[in-house]
Each structure stands twice: as structure tokens, then as C-alpha cells.
């Protein structure tokens, strides 16, 4: 994914492989997972179902399930999957040689 | 000196292509048959014209004996009246008699002299009265004896109903469904009724022997006297009216009037004559046509499909559709395949029905029985392997809808086959899914109605799994799966496709357990990440499959589990249960929920100095603090002091304990001191779902053990009853006896053993309510206690190897497993959502 220019929010290492962590970006949420290939995605951190914190969610390469009710989302764009409920927004999201995180603008479905 | 009375041609010449189609018979499937051919746009096809020997319109003849009854006027009972016909431009010969069909003419002759031309031709005749030879019934060669009746027609009826005025005493001849209702409905007119029947069981075509001697009582109590293996031999009169009948061992009866009700056979007198092949009845193909001649159908009692001859409305109605498909060309290939004989009927105000086999016949058939004669009920299944095939319901039919589903359609069954004659407190699975109303709600947690489903079974999705996704119906408790596979089976008619991810342990990874955990041991697969890696299609993870495959993986590794926290459900991450608003509720283990002033004081503390915003007792007797903040949970940890108590896992949750033999007067046995033993050996052990149990003193049973995934009885002389597969929650179900022991030793021994099996062979997230009549107490007993497999050493020896790995995930705690394991991940800034009580 390529470089985005915001200010750094977390750490890499604050995140470990396979999970997802909260992060506040100038007043949203946004959760940030870990894939297990090394790259990383950025979805709104509440689930628009009932609050859920998506960021405890179990991930895989395409998608997190919200851990209170299973409503699943694309890690790539926000769609939900499992019933085609209302998706939350993706955002770009990248870590510098250094591991230090940047949260960009949402990606436009 | 025929004359054609209208030639054919002449007609035609105006429509070419209408052909001639002659209806004879004007009774409910000869009627029904045109109905399906006008539906198919039979009318531009084919000019119609239906004979009929009744001078009436098309009527309802099972609704006869409601109109003797006096519940139905005759005019009620209608189902075309003749403006119908004209309507539908069709030419009804009613009170017309068809005398002779012509099959080389083409050409039918009728009783008033007139013919006519068929292109095709309809023979729906039915079936009459059949009076069994008898001294004095007939009065000459054509007409019985003034005050004999058969019970057939609409005159007859009426017959019946004027000559009763004024009469006391009436017989009926024949105890079968049609004898039985005549009773009832002379007995109505305020007759005095009694009913002979040959054969020694009442309704004996549908019911055996045990039905019918619970139905005769029925009737009998209704102040019918019944009468069986009598043979009537003569029919007494005077002054050429009946007064009575006398049996071949020469007693009497004396009666008023008299109806024959002995059984009906087919009209087929029209057919021998054209030449037709007739055995029982006309014989057809499995398009209803004549086997002798492609041009003529034959519908209804007439008909002989296969060597079966129905009675019955509900066939009637699919040979109707097949033959009007095929004559009109509209499903050439519509065939008839004989119908499976189900029916449901009110017989003299007895509630019955019956479908398929009334005993078993295979060594392998299943067969349930229940019988109260006092109450007049009497209800059978028969099942082959795992299909419904015969069912009699007999003073109570409540479960009729489901069952005459589920024999028809073949629907899966419960797996408690008592379910399906009683409402066991099962939530609604055992409802037929075609009665219930569209807005009923099927998933009660997700709140999905049966028409949300059956839109999405329209619109394509023909899996269960399918349905449950995107309608989310099945995702909340499950409680509803077998409710809604019948409503998605029902909504999809017969249509379900296999989904062949059922029967895989876990949906991203194909493969059923056994075979799963076979491979994972050849691989040596210590990891979740593994397993994906050397299993799944393209290696590719999968979110859903994770937390059931690090369950496995920990009870097959035990110590060499390799944990990978990123496969952990976040209650599994932070050993704590998530609520609602992103908070967690933390239960200290209270073994056998026998606690300490000492513990009580420091859960006090920690509730006080966490503003703790609940405290609850939970069902299993342990502390709830609700409401604590992720971020606090290493300090609440090791402020208690006290070990995980696995209220969040699919694990080993609690035993349930009463007061035993210390204090209570009643205990025969030291439940609370086992029930301690038995959490103290097990905590925390990981298994496909939960595993609640309690140990009670008495048979009093205040720890609800028989209500738990295992509970453990004391009984008077030291035993110990050990029941298994109970549930008090979503479902409810009573616990099998699997054993009973006279120590606690052998409790503890047969608990891992039996918790051990458990973990080994059910489905992810399959309770012991589910696991354990699918295996069948039988088969667990033998396995668990007897040893039938030799696999109790082992699965002892795995048992005390998880035991040996357990620790107390609270300590982790004190040294964060992975970076920010605690971190909040929602809301950033903590605003306490759910109200402080």
C-alpha cells in the first residue's frame, strides 16, 4: 500500500500479528489490523450493528467479525459480508520502514 | 338411429384448432381435472362438455356426512354450481348417463339417447355403494328395501335425512370411516345408533388393532353401540319396510332404518364394455391414460395406478394436475408416481389420523408406541432410516401437521423421536414449518420471520447455511436450526441442496473431525496458523474457523498446543466475557460455589475500588462483576487473588453443588465435597462447547443435576447416579443415566472419561444435549463404562494430560501474552454505557 503522509498514530509493534488494535484519528476511531502477511488494514473501530469494538474482532485475509454479534466486514472496503448490513469505512493505512503507523483519508467505496 | 348431435366438424370449422374433450363423470375429479386444464388454458385448446348422472352441479362429497349431521346445508356443499360451467364455457350434461363409449368412432351414447364426439376423453366415473349379498335388502332388482340406504350420494343423503324424521332406531353397516360417520350423523337426527363392522377393529383400513380398540371406546362413550365380528346375514321387514337385521348366529337387532356402509367399488361397468383393461379398476399409465388407448384418461376411484386404487381426496388432486399437464400438452413429460396415503379426518367426533405403515416391517425399523385408553389417545410412528414412513394419531392430532410433512417430504427428524408425538418444551422445532404464519418469528435471537426466509430461499439461496448467512436466522443460541431447516426445506419444496460444509468441523477447513484430527496428528500440526497452512483450500485462513480449531488443537496437544493469540475469541485473548458495551464481566472460581467470608471481602474490595457497576449471582453459583473495563483486568486479577473461573469459554464452567451431608438433613451423600473435587480436577478444560455440570446430595435433586451436561445424584445405600446430555437453557432436556457407582472415586473416573469422549467426537459447538442422543446413551454407556472399544485407558490417560497442562490464565495478568492485550478497543475515551444499578 503506499505511503501515507498523517501523523503517526501507533506502532507496529503495538499490534501483534493477526489482531487489531483501536487508534483515535482526529476524533473517529479506527481499528488497525495486522494481517498475518505483514500488511496492514484501517476500518472504522465501532460496529454500526450495535457498538461493537471491531478491533477485538477475529481477522482473517479478507475480513474481521465483530465479536459481540458476528457481523463480518471486508477488511478492504468496509462491505459487510454475512448479510450485507450497513459497512463501515475503510481508510488507507500504511507503517514506515520504522513500524510507525499513518492513518490516511477513507477510501471511497 | 344415431345422429351425431353436433358433427364435430361443424365445430371445428369455427376453431380448428379446438378439439372435442368429453368429461364423463361430473364428481370431484372429474371436475378437478378440468379445473386443471382451464388453469393451463385447456378452454383455447379443447371445447369441453361433462357428463354427469347427478342432476346437480359439482359437489363436495366428503362434506356429506356433515350435511346428515345437520352441521352443513346441501347448498354449502357446492364446489362448482352449474353457472360455473356456463361461465368456463362449458357443456354440462347433468342427469345424463353415459351408456356406451364407441373407442373406434370416437363417440360416447348416452342414457337420453344423444351422442357425441371426443377427440379425448376423461373417464372420472367413481365409485358406488357396495351392498354385500343379504337375505331381504333389495326390493326388486333395482331398488333396496324401503328404509335401506347406501351412503354415496347427495340423494342419498337426502333420503336419509327424510326417512329418519320420526325414526328411533338406526344400524349402520360397516365400522370403516364412512360407517362411522353415518352413525354420527343419524345419531345427531336423535336416533338411536348402533353399528356392525366384519372385521374385529373399527376403521381397519387405516388403524390396527390398538387404534381401533381406543377409537371404539370413543365411540362407544358417545352412546353408539358397536358391534364387531358380526356378519349380517338377513335384513327383517314388514309391510316391505326395514325393522331389523339378524347376524349369522342368528341374533336380531331391530331397527328403523338401515345403511350399508360396507365399502365402495369403482365404476367401471363403461369401461369393460369399450374394451379397457380393468382389474380392481381402469388401469393407467403413469400419465392416466388408459393403457389401452392413448386418447382416454381415467381419474379418480376409477382409476388403477400401479395396482393401487385411492380413496382419497389428496391423490385425486395430483392425478388431476399430472393428467391436465399431459393433455394439454403443457408438461408432455408429467408423470404420476402413486401418492403416499395420508389423512386426517374427525370420525364421529374422534379425532384421527393416519399415513404410511401402521407396524414396522424391517428388523431396523424404529417404532414408537404410546397408548392412554382412558383418555382416548393412541399415537404410533414407524421410522426407516431416519425417514418417517407410518404414523396413527388417534384422539389427539396436534402433531399432524409436521408429521404428514415430514412424510411426504421426507423431512429430517428429531433425533428424540418422542418429540414428534409431544411438545417436549423444545421451542416450537417440532411446528410444522407449513403451519406457521408468515410473520411468526423462527429466530428469536436475531428476530428473522418465517417470510424473511422464505424470500430468501426465493430469491436463490437453496443451503441451509446459505439461509442462515444471509438472513442471520441460527446465529444467535441455535436453538432454531431444526426449525429453520424445515422452513427453509419447506420454502425450497424438496429443493434443499446437501451443504457439503455441514458436516466439516469447522466451515473454512474440509474436513469432518475425525479425519481433521487424523490429519492434524499425521502433520503434527501444533498451530491454528499450521492447520490453515497445510489444510485449507489455497492455504487461505479463515476468521470463523480459528476459535474451534484452536479448541481442538488444544485438547489434542494439551502441553505442545502451540497458542497463537490472533486464534483466540477475544474472551479467550483477555479470559473475561465481553458485555454488550465493550466491557467484560469477570467470575473468580468458586469451586462447588463455596466461598469465604475472606473472598467475600476481598470481591467487595475490588467491586468498590473498580466502581464495579453489578454484581450478580450467576446460574451456576458464582460471582458476576459486570461491567469491568478491559484495561482493569490485570488489576482486578490480582487484586482477587483468585483463579480464572472459565465463565467465558467454550469450556468446563462450574459444578453446582447443594448443602450435602454437612448441614442438610435430607443428604445422603457429600455432593459439595465431590462437586469441589470434581471442579478442582477439571477446571478450566477446553472442549467443543460448554461443559456445565452439578453434584447433588438427594434425590431432591436442589443442584438440578439432571439438567446439566453431567450431573451426579447421591442415592440412599452410597451410589452415586451419573446422568449426561441434560439441558435447562435454550433447550431443555432431561439427562440420560449413563451409570451408577458406589464411590466418588468412580465418579471422577467416568466424568473424565465420559468429558474426555465428549471433547474427542462432537461438532464444534455442539452441546452434550445435542452429542449425546446422537451417539445414543446405549453406545456411550458401552463405550464410556463397559469399555466396548477399548479406548478407556487412553481417554483417561489424555484426560489427566490436559489436566497436568491446566494454569490459571489470570496469572498472564501479571505479564501481558501479546503487546496491548488490554489496550481498550472501544470507546477510546471510557464512557460507561450500561446504567449503574
Request: aromatic content about 6%; charged content about 25%.
Amino acid at each position: 500500500m503506499e505511503e501515507v503522509d498523517a501523523p503517526v498514530v501507533g506502532h507496529l509493534e503495538d499490534i501483534p500479528v493477526g489482531e487489531g488494535r483501536a487508534f483515535a484519528v482526529a476524533g473517529d476511531q479506527v481499528a488497525v489490523f495486522r494481517l498475518r502477511d505483514g500488511s496492514l488494514r484501517a476500518l472504522d473501530a465501532v460496529c454500526p450493528h450495535r457498538g461493537g469494538p471491531l478491533a477485538d474482532g477475529l481477522t482473517d485475509e479478507r475480513v474481521v467479525v465483530c465479536p459481540l454479534h458476528g457481523y463480518t466486514y471486508d477488511l478492504a472496503t468496509g462491505q459487510e459480508m454475512s448479510s450485507g448490513a450497513t459497512g463501515v469505512c475503510a481508510y488507507q493505512v500504511s507503517a514506515d520502514e520504522g513500524g510507525a503507523i499513518r492513518i490516511g483519508p477513507r477510501i471511497a467505496r | 338411429m344415431t345422429l351425431l348431435e353436433e358433427a364435430p366438424a361443424a365445430r371445428n370449422g369455427h376453431e380448428p384448432s379446438r378439439s372435442r374433450l368429453v368429461v364423463v363423470g361430473n364428481g370431484m375429479a372429474g371436475v378437478r381435472a378440468v379445473e386443471e386444464i382451464l388453469a393451463r388454458d385447456g378452454a383455447g385448446q379443447f371445447a369441453i362438455t361433462v357428463f354427469g348422472d347427478e342432476p346437480y352441479g359439482n359437489y363436495n362429497r366428503i362434506l356429506l356426512s356433515n350435511v346428515l349431521a345437520g352441521s352443513d346445508d346441501t347448498s354449502e356443499i357446492y364446489l362448482n354450481p352449474v353457472d360455473w360451467y356456463t361461465d368456463n364455457d362449458i357443456d354440462l350434461r347433468a342427469g345424463v348417463r353415459v351408456v356406451r363409449i364407441d373407442r373406434f368412432a370416437k363417440v360416447v351414447l348416452a342414457d337420453d339417447g344423444s351422442t357425441l364426439h371426443y377427440d379425448r376423453l376423461v373417464i372420472a366415473t367413481g365409485s358406488r355403494s357396495f351392498f354385500p349379498p343379504m337375505e331381504g335388502m333389495w326390493a326388486d332388482n333395482t331398488t333396496l328395501t324401503a328404509g335401506v340406504f347406501g351412503f354415496r350420494s347427495l340423494d342419498d343423503c337426502s333420503g336419509m335425512i327424510d326417512y329418519a324424521a320420526g325414526k328411533a332406531r338406526a344400524v349402520v353397516i360397516g365400522g370403516g370411516l364412512l360407517g362411522l360417520e353415518a352413525a354420527r350423523g343419524l345419531q345427531n337426527r336423535g336416533l338411536e345408533v348402533e353399528v356392525v363392522h366384519a372385521a374385529p377393529t373399527l376403521m381397519n383400513a387405516q388403524l390396527d388393532d390398538d387404534a381401533g380398540a381406543i377409537l371404539r371406546r370413543s365411540v362407544e362413550n358417545l352412546g353408539i353401540t358397536v358391534h364387531t365380528e358380526k356378519r349380517t346375514e338377513k335384513v327383517l321387514s314388514a309391510d316391505g319396510a326395514v325393522t331389523g337385521i339378524e347376524f349369522s348366529d342368528g341374533t336380531q337387532v331391530p331397527c328403523d332404518m338401515l345403511v350399508v356402509s360396507a365399502g365402495i367399488r369403482p365404476n367401471v361397468g363403461l369401461a369393460v364394455r369399450a374394451g379397457l383393461t380393468v382389474e380392481r379398476a381402469i388401469v393407467v399409465d403413469d400419465h392416466l391414460r388408459s393403457v389401452d388407448d392413448e386418447n382416454i384418461y381415467v381419474v379418480g376411484e376409477c382409476a388403477q395406478h400401479r395396482g393401487q386404487v385411492y380413496g382419497l381426496v389428496a391423490p385425486l388432486w395430483e392425478q388431476a394436475t399430472v393428467l391436465a399437464e399431459h393433455l394439454t400438452g403443457t408438461n408432455p413429460k408429467a408423470v404420476y408416481q402413486g401418492s403416499r396415503m395420508a389423512t386426517k379426518l374427525k370420525v364421529a367426533g374422534v379425532d384421527v389420523a393416519a399415513m404410511g405403515l401402521k407396524h414396522p416391517e424391517h428388523p431396523d425399523d424404529e417404532f414408537v408406541q404410546f397408548s392412554e385408553p382412558r383418555n382416548g389417545i393412541y399415537k404410533t410412528i414407524v421410522v426407516r432410516d431416519g425417514k418417517l414412513v407410518g404414523a396413527t394419531l388417534v384422539g389427539d392430532v396436534s402433531k399432524v401437521a409436521f408429521l404428514m410433512q415430514a412424510f411426504d417430504r421426507g423431512l429430517p427428524l428429531p433425533e428424540e423421536r418422542i418429540s414428534l408425538m409431544f411438545d417436549l418444551g423444545t421451542p416450537s422445532v417440532e411446528v410444522g414449518a407449513a403451519e406457521l404464519a408468515d410473520d411468526a418469528q423462527v429466530c428469536n435471537c436475531n428476530g428473522v420471520s418465517k417470510a424473511a426466509i422464505v424470500s430468501c430461499v426465493q430469491g436463490g439461496q437453496k443451503t441451509v447455511s446459505g439461509v442462515s448467512a444471509a438472513t442471520r436466522a441460527g446465529k444467535g443460541c441455535g436453538s432454531c436450526k431444526g426449525l429453520l431447516g424445515q422452513v427453509v426445506e419447506w420454502a425450497a419444496g424438496g429443493a434443499v441442496e446437501e451443504d457439503a460444509s455441514a458436516s466439516w468441523y469447522v466451515p473454512g477447513v474440509p474436513y469432518a473431525k475425525p479425519e481433521l484430527m487424523r490429519l492434524i496428528r499425521e502433520l503434527e500440526l501444533h498451530s491454528v496458523s499450521s492447520v490453515f497452512a497445510a489444510l485449507a483450500p489455497e492455504a487461505a485462513e479463515d476468521a470463523q474457523s480459528k476459535m474451534g480449531l484452536a479448541s481442538l488443537l488444544q485438547m489434542m496437544w494439551a502441553e505442545e498446543y502451540v497458542e497463537e493469540h490472533d486464534a483466540r475469541f477475544i474472551n479467550d485473548r483477555v479470559h473475561a466475557n465481553i458485555q454488550r458495551d465493550g466491557t467484560f464481566s469477570v467470575v473468580p472460581q468458586m469451586k462447588g460455589g463455596v466461598t469465604s467470608s475472606e473472598q467475600l471481602r476481598k470481591i467487595a474490595d475490588v467491586a468498590d475500588k473498580y466502581e464495579v457497576p453489578l454484581i450478580k449471582l450467576t446460574g451456576g453459583q458464582r460471582i458476576d462483576l459486570l461491567g469491568i473495563r478491559k484495561e482493569d483486568l490485570p488489576a482486578v486479577w490480582a487484586d482477587l487473588d483468585m483463579p480464572s473461573g472459565f465463565a467465558y469459554g467454550k469450556s468446563f464452567r462450574t459444578v453446582k453443588t447443594c448443602v450435602g451431608t454437612d448441614f442438610c438433613r435430607f443428604g445422603v451423600g457429600d455432593s459439595t465435597a465431590l462437586g469441589i473435587a470434581i471442579e478442582e480436577r477439571f477446571k478450566g478444560i477446553a472442549g467443543p462447547g460448554k461443559m456445565k455440570l452439578a453434584v447433588t446430595g438427594c434425590p431432591r435433586n436442589c443442584a438440578e443435576a439432571l439438567c446439566k451436561d453431567l450431573g451426579v445424584v447421591a442415592v440412599e445405600g452410597g451410589r452415586w447416579e451419573i446422568y449426561v446430555g441434560g439441558a435447562a437453557g435454550a433447550h431443555v432436556r432431561k439427562g440420560d443415566l449413563l451409570a451408577t457407582v458406589t464411590s466418588a472415586a468412580e465418579v471422577m473416573t467416568l466424568t473424565g472419561r465420559f468429558l474426555q469422549y465428549y471433547r474427542e467426537s462432537a461438532n464444534w459447538l455442539e452441546r452434550t444435549y445435542s452429542w449425546v442422543p446422537r451417539m445414543g446413551i446405549e453406545h456411550l454407556r458401552a463405550v464410556v463404562v463397559d469399555d466396548s472399544e477399548g479406548i478407556a485407558e487412553r481417554l483417561d490417560a489424555e484426560m489427566q494430560k490436559a489436566v497436568d497442562a491446566y494454569r490459571d490464565p489470570w496469572t498472564d495478568g501479571r505479564e501481558p501474552a501479546t503487546p496491548g492485550q488490554f489496550r481498550p478497543s472501544l470507546p477510546l475515551t471510557v464512557l460507561p454505557q450500561v446504567p449503574v444499578r
